[in-house]
């Protein structure tokens, strides 16, 4: 019995420092994203003083509504929900398209496609060759770049074909073609039904690579109409080229300097908002995804 | 598919089982419609571009496209491993991995532990929850939070270093800090979504393990000692091979839109300068396909021989692989 009061006592320093130590993780992932926030609710001038610590000095929503008057992020921020959604829709298709027949194991051609498809994830063509291609397709400032060109990834294939493999039985496939039930039905009235979670992992996947993509706007669009949400964030956070004189006439020239850089506090939490609000939702199910693709990456 | 149906043809000749056959040939029929637009998209937006890359071996006239040019044998190469960026490109592209590779790596693993040893449920939540929040930002805003974080004039950082009586620098315009910002702020974005797997490892532990050495009267240090890294050791080493098989493969829009002109001798990787040469960047400099691919070639060339071998190595040490 004494022996045990002291193993625990042992124990319980371990335990404090332990939960010390993950306090100073929690503190200094939080600490950021808190400043942030709180200086997107503060006035231009005490951000300019550096007066913002922890919470909103002299609180105002000036920033957002610059945020909001602004048409250019605007208009980004609506172009990027269109991609988001057609990009994720088309996405989603086509990966359940190609899951689902490379994981039935009756299929002669899957160990050649699935060839097909996996050396693609150890060599690419590479950026010029790319580029050539999409040109040549006619798809530069044209909004299907948003969409056509990340249609697919493998991994996701990956990903879907092994759920399917791992939870639609062979068993069921038998008994509904005993009842005359076509691969396309089967697909319909199955295996979709039974593969709810996998397609929910697949549209948070590709949702949150559509609204974060950088990359493909960057290098093919340059109508500023087309321009997504992160394009105008590199311009406005990044590059500086954001002209804020023209939002409001009755301010002088220094305040709309300090209404700029409030600005990009605001705009910040404006555009990582929608991920992170859906995020404790999904949490799950994104921990889900990441689990089945390391087992069989 | 042919093969087998005429096989079965062969075999039988009852009509009932010739209705059989038809049928299955007529499933996979529906499953190959099925693969056709898939398939399709990955031979034209993947297999098109590998074959593009011929253009490394070629002069690219215009008039003539990419499969008219004339070859010129290993020239880009050449050109590419005697120009004076060469040396400066890959001591960057291996020293900014290197850096974050061993900076990097402990972290997940230490939290993971950490977590796991932890015995309020909802605090080991809340922490979890928090650190995979930071993975979700996109670059754009990453870099953008970096450069309002690092501002020389009203950044946080700018204000601490009044508070001790410094005077703020432009950090990010000082080459000798570029690693540091790039790595470490990869490490804050990605320790706690890094520590997936290993809890994943972790609880895979028997734990009629842990049970055992309770009896025995080990402590909870001791048993992360003796029980958990034992366990999920092949789980690190496995990350590690993998990790150094992609020490080349420096990825383009972190370090890119963290660039400027300032700080380029340290940062400019072989992605970026790729782009540069290739696509003329910003600046407007003429574009040279033929060697912009032969760059991206090198690299390429040298991620694959790097990952297979390090494969190979996984699969002889730990039996487990990448297939």
């Known amino acids: 019995m004494t022996k045990k009061i002291k193993i625990s006592r042992k124990d ?41 610590w922890l919470w909103p000095v002299e609180f105002t929503l000036k920033g957002y509504k610059a945020v909001f008057q602004d048409s250019y992020i605007m208009t980004g921020y609506r172009n990027t929900i269109f991609y988001t959604i057609a990009g994720t829709m088309l996405n989603v298709v086509l990966t359940i398209m190609a899951a689902y027949p490379l994981s039935r194991k009756d299929f002669k051609l899957r160990n050649t496609i699935m060839m097909i498809f996996a050396f693609t994830m150890l060599f690419g063509g590479g950026l010029v060759p790319t580029y050539l291609l999409i040109t040549n397709l006619g798809l530069k400032n044209n909004w299907l770049v948003m969409v056509i060109p990340g249609a697919i990834t493998v991994r996701n294939v990956i990903i879907t074909r092994t759920f399917y493999q791992s939870n639609i039985a062979d068993e069921m496939l038998e008994a ?90 605001s705009l910040i939490v404006v555009s990582a908002f929608p991920v992170m609000c859906l995020y404790p939702f999904v949490q799950k199910h994104f921990v889900k995804g990441v689990m089945i693709g390391a087992i069989k990456g | 598919m042919k093969k087998r149906s005429l096989a079965h043809n062969n075999a039988t000749t009852s009509p009932v089982k010739k209705n059989k056959i038809l049928k299955e040939i007529r499933n996979n029929y529906q499953l190959f419609l099925l693969i056709l637009p898939p398939l399709a998209y990955i031979i034209i937006f993947k297999y098109i571009p590998m074959y593009g890359v011929q253009l490394a071996f070629k002069d690219f006239v215009a008039t003539k496209g990419i499969f008219g040019s004339p070859w010129v044998g290993l020239k880009h190469f050449d050109r590419f491993v005697n120009s004076y960026f060469f040396p400066r490109v890959m001591k960057n592209t291996i020293g900014v991995s290197l850096y974050g590779l061993i900076a990097g790596f402990p972290f997940p693993i230490l939290l993971a532990l950490a977590l796991n040893s932890t015995r309020n449920k909802l605090y080991r939540k809340t922490v979890q929850m928090s650190t995979y929040l930071p993975h979700f930002i996109s670059t754009v805003t990453m870099v953008g939070m970096v450069m309002q974080f690092l501002n020389p004039r009203f950044g946080m950082l700018a204000e601490v270093a009044k508070f001790f009586g410094k005077e703020p620098l432009n950090y990010i315009g000082i080459p000798k800090y570029f690693k540091s910002i790039y790595v470490w702020s990869n490490i804050w974005q990605d320790t706690g979504w890094g520590t997936i797997i290993y809890l994943a490892a972790l609880s895979a532990i028997d734990p009629s393990l842990q049970e055992a050495a309770i009896v025995d009267g080990a402590g909870r240090f001791k048993r992360i000692i003796h029980i958990d890294i034992p366990g999920i050791l ?28 300032l700080n380029l001798p340290a940062s400019e990787v072989i992605s970026t300068y790729v782009y540069k040469v290739g696509l003329g960047g910003d600046k407007g400099m003429i574009p040279n396909f033929p060697f912009a691919t032969a760059v991206d070639l090198f690299n390429s060339v040298i991620n694959i021989s790097l990952l297979l071998s390090m494969n190979w190595i996984s699969k002889r040490l730990t039996d487990s692989s990448l297939w």
Not at chain 1, 193 to 205: D, E, G, R, Y
Not at chain 1, 234 to 263: F, P, W
């Open chain 1, 12 to 52: 319980i320093m371990f335990y404090l420092i332990n939960d010390g130590f993950l306090f100073i993780f929690l503190i200094v992932t939080l600490y950021p994203m808190i400043y942030f926030l709180s200086s997107s609710f503060s006035s231009p001038r005490a951000i300019i003083m550096g007066k913002v």
């Open chain 2, 234 to 261: 092949p789980t690190i080493v496995i990350m590690l091979i993998l990790r150094s098989g992609r020490i080349m493969n420096v990825g383009f829009e972190n370090i890119f839109l963290l660039q400027n002109q």
């Open chain 1, 176 to 265: 509904a073609k005993i009842d005359g039930c076509s691969d396309f039905q089967f697909i319909r009235m199955v295996v979709i039904p039974l593969s709810k979670s996998i397609t929910a992992v697949m549209v948070l996947f590709y949702a949150v690579g559509h609204w974060n993509s950088f990359f493909n706007a960057f290098l093919y669009i340059t109508k500023r109409s087309l321009y997504p949400l992160q394009l105008v964030l590199r311009d406005i956070l990044i590059k500086n080229a954001l002209d804020a004189s023209g939002m409001d006439d009755s301010r002088t020239y220094a305040d709309n300097q300090n209404i700029e850089e409030l600005l990009k506090y």
